[in-house]
């Protein structure tokens, strides 16, 4: 092991490193299917694009200024539009920030995150990182969750469920 290695927090060694979705040219070899045909939709992508109304909006955006870091008007927007107060609201630079986000502020040491497999491997990566104990509960054979199983898991160590 290396100097910078052994100065790691040693939870984070045994950690592997996040595995996405394979990029398009490797699914295209994997598959045979050219590139230009491939819908994936669990890299969440839209396999019909950008709708004109999002592409006019963009170029209305001013790229070269630094976004509020408060997030006041998609928050407000997000606010009225589920009818709860803005303070009950957040709003990141993607998923991943998000869940990182709320295992930093909920997570101690050997706390519990149950996730309900399979789901996001964000999830499961993210409570790795957040020296979490991790409960992985199986989905029942027609991909409902199983909430008694996962009510069944539930303890005073348990600080996040993760369900999607």
């Not at 209305?60 to 539009?81: C, F, G, M, N, V």
Request: proline share 4%.
């Amino acid at each position: 092991m290396d100097k910078i290695s052994k100065k790691i927090r040693k939870h984070l060694r045994i950690v592997k490193t996040y595995e996405g979705v394979d990029s398009n040219i490797n699914l295209s070899k994997k598959s045979g299917i050219p590139t230009k045909n491939l819908i994936r939709l669990n890299a969440n992508e839209n396999p019909y694009g950008t709708i004109p109304e999002v592409k006019n909006s963009l170029q209305e955006i001013a790229l070269h200024e630094y976004p509020d870091p408060e997030q006041k008007i998609i928050r407000k927007a997000i606010s009225e539009y589920v009818s709860l107060p803005e303070n009950l609201i957040i709003a990141g630079a993607g998923g991943d920030e998000i869940i990182d986000l709320i295992l930093r502020l909920f997570i101690n040491e050997k706390d519990e995150v149950i996730d309900c497999i399979p789901t996001f491997g964000m999830y499961n990566f993210a409570a790795k990182l957040s020296n979490s104990s991790i409960i992985s509960i199986s989905r029942k054979n027609n991909w409902e969750l199983d909430t008694e199983k996962i009510i069944s898991k539930i303890t005073d160590k348990t600080k996040v469920i993760f369900i999607a």
